[in-house]
C-alpha cells in the first residue's frame, strides 16, 4: 500500500510487530488473513489512508479481500453495504462502492469482496446531522447458507413480529429471507440484517449472527431488538456507526456534529470535532 515501507515480525507466532509507512499511492491490492477474520475491518482499516494517497497517483484503488463477510464482533458486510458506506457517501462525500463476490462464514472464512475507493485531493467536508425524521422503511435481509431454508423464514417471521409489536407500521417493512447457493456462500452460517430509514436521509442498523444452539426465531428478534433499541434512543447514527464515522469527522475540515444516541440508554448527546485542515 506505500513504497518504500519496511515490515518486521509478520511471521506466524511473532509477538511483536514493526512497521515503517512509506509514501502511500493508490493501486490494486489483495488481502486475505487465511480464516474467518473480518473483511469489513479489512475495509475499516485501509478506506480512511486510500481516500488520500501520494497526488501523482491513480484516482481510484481497488481491494480484493477474502475471509469472513458475516461473523460476531465485526460489522457484517450488509452493514457495511446499507448503513456505514451511505452514510460516508451522503455526508462526507466519500465514494466508494462494494461488491460481494461469495459470503464466508465462521471459522472457515472463504468469503470474498471487491472494493474501489476514489481518492480525494481535498479535505472532507464538515458535517450536522442533529434531526432524524420519522422512519420511513424498514428493510432487511435474514439469510442461511448450507442450512434449511426454512430457518431463514422463522428468522425473518419473528422479527416482523417484533417490529410490529413495538409499534412498527407493517407496511414499511421489507426483510427478504434467502437460503444462499454454494455458489455463493463458503460454509454453513445464518443471521439477520436490518436497516431503518428516516425522512431525513438517516440509516439506522440492527442484526443478529445466528450460533449453535440458539433458535432462528431467536436470531430474527434479536436483530429486531437491536433495531428498536437503537430508534429508541433518538440519535441520527447507531451504536456502531457513532464510533465508525469519527475518523471521517477527523479528516474533514472544520467542525463536525452529529447526534448520537448512548449505549443502551434512552439519553442522547452530540459528538463534536473540529479538525485544522489538511496540508499538502
Known sequence: MSQGSEMHGASKDSQTLYFTPGTLTAGSYTADPGTAGAITLLIQVALPCLLFPAADGADTSSLRLRGGTNAIQAPQVDYTEHVFFPFIRRHFGVEVDLTIIKRGYYPKGGGEASVTIHSRKEPLPAITVLERGKVTSVRGRAYVAGLPGKLAKESR????????????????????????????????????????????????????????????????????????????????????????????????????????????????????????????
Do not use: M
Open 157 to 280: 417471521d419473528a422479527a416482523v413480529a417484533y417490529l410490529v409489536k413495538r409499534g412498527i407500521d407493517p407496511s414499511v417493512i421489507h426483510i427478504e429471507y434467502i437460503r444462499e447457493s454454494a455458489a455463493d456462500a463458503f460454509g454453513a452460517g445464518s443471521g439477520v440484517i436490518l436497516w431503518a430509514e428516516t425522512e431525513t436521509g438517516c440509516v439506522i442498523g440492527g442484526g443478529s449472527i445466528g450460533q449453535k444452539g440458539i433458535d432462528a426465531s431467536e436470531v430474527g428478534r434479536e436483530a429486531a431488538e437491536e433495531l428498536e433499541r437503537n430508534l429508541a434512543q433518538g440519535g441520527c447514527v447507531d451504536e456502531y456507526l457513532q464510533d465508525q464515522w469519527i475518523i471521517f469527522g477527523v479528516l474533514a475540515k472544520g467542525k463536525s456534529r452529529v447526534r448520537c444516541g448512548l449505549p443502551l440508554t434512552l439519553h442522547t448527546r452530540f459528538v463534536g470535532l473540529s479538525t485544522a485542515p489538511l496540508k499538502s
